[in-house]
T-cell receptor, first 118, second 113 residues
Framework: EAGVTQFPSHSVIEKGQTVTLRCDPI?????LYWYRRVMGKEIKFLLH????????ESGMPNNRFLAERTGGTYSTLKVQPAELEDSGVYFC????????????????FGEGSRLTVL | GQNIDQPTEMTATEGAIVQINCTYQ??????LFWYQQHAGEAPTFLSY????GLEEKGRFSSFLSRSKGYSYLLLKELQMKDSASYLC??????????????FGTGTLLAVQP
């Protein structure tokens, strides 16, 4: 079974440009999350999709960030225009809803997309 | 507010035992996770505690005390491949948005021969 895949693995852009990151969750996972790790700091929550709906976007830094999950499959995270402080590693994670039984809520993470804004 | 503390770095010897501590302050506590992350790779799930006590899984064990806001990850019979960053994360329940994890900065463990 394929894990969570993210593209690109590394992107280097100039301030003011646009970048779109893509995440393909594990097939069948309704929950999709975006997290970000800025250098030297902890991984921070950005937002959560349940299928195509935004469940919680309280962690989105500002309106330069736009996340979509059309059709409830893959998701994109667009940064426009990018600023220097947007540099970091953007992680995507997915999990599935469990019908009955204990819900460990285990998140499966992708390897991340490293964004460098110059 | 939400706060998670864990040591930044630790060093241990191959074959030994190491304990990585994590303290947290959060509202709506709904479970504590430990993840392992090798450099440049995805964080991978190690353990989950929601009730007080010890959860054992092979060489790894995790303990939780909710009243003290404290957890530890215990790694036994250390191997070189255990050198990685260990992330403590608390799940906070927001009335629907489960699995919103709050992470510590991670503990970088170096296992020496």
């Amino acid at each position: 079974e394929a894990g969570v895949t993210q593209f690109p693995s590394h992107s280097v852009i100039e301030k003011g440009q646009t970048v779109t990151l893509r995440c393909d969750p594990i097939s069948g996972h309704d929950n999709l999350y975006w997290y970000r790790r800025v250098m030297g700091k902890e991984i921070k929550f950005l937002l959560h999709f349940v299928k195509e709906s935004k469940q919680d976007e309280s962690g989105m830094p500002n309106n330069r960030f736009l996340a979509e999950r059309t059709g409830g499959t893959y998701s994109t995270l667009k940064v426009q225009p990018a600023e220097l402080e947007d540099s970091g590693v953007y992680f995507c994670a997915s999990s599935h809803r469990l019908a009955g039984g204990p819900d460990t809520g285990e998140l499966f993470f992708g390897e991340g997309s490293r964004l460098t804004v110059l | 507010g939400q706060n998670i503390d864990q040591p930044t770095e630790m060093t241990a010897t191959e074959g030994a035992i190491v304990q990585i501590n994590c303290t947290y302050q959060t509202s709506g506590f709904n479970g504590l996770f430990w993840y392992q992350q090798h450099a440049g790779e995805a964080p991978t799930f190690l353990s989950y505690n929601v009730l007080d006590g010890l959860e054992e899984k092979g060489r790894f064990s995790s303990f939780l005390s909710r009243s003290k806001g404290y957890s530890y990850l215990l790694l036994k019979e250390l191997q070189m491949k255990d050198s990685a960053s260990y992330l403590c994360a608390v799940r906070a329940f927001y009335g629907g948005a489960t699995n919103k994890l709050i992470f510590g900065t991670g503990t970088l463990l170096a296992v020496q021969p």
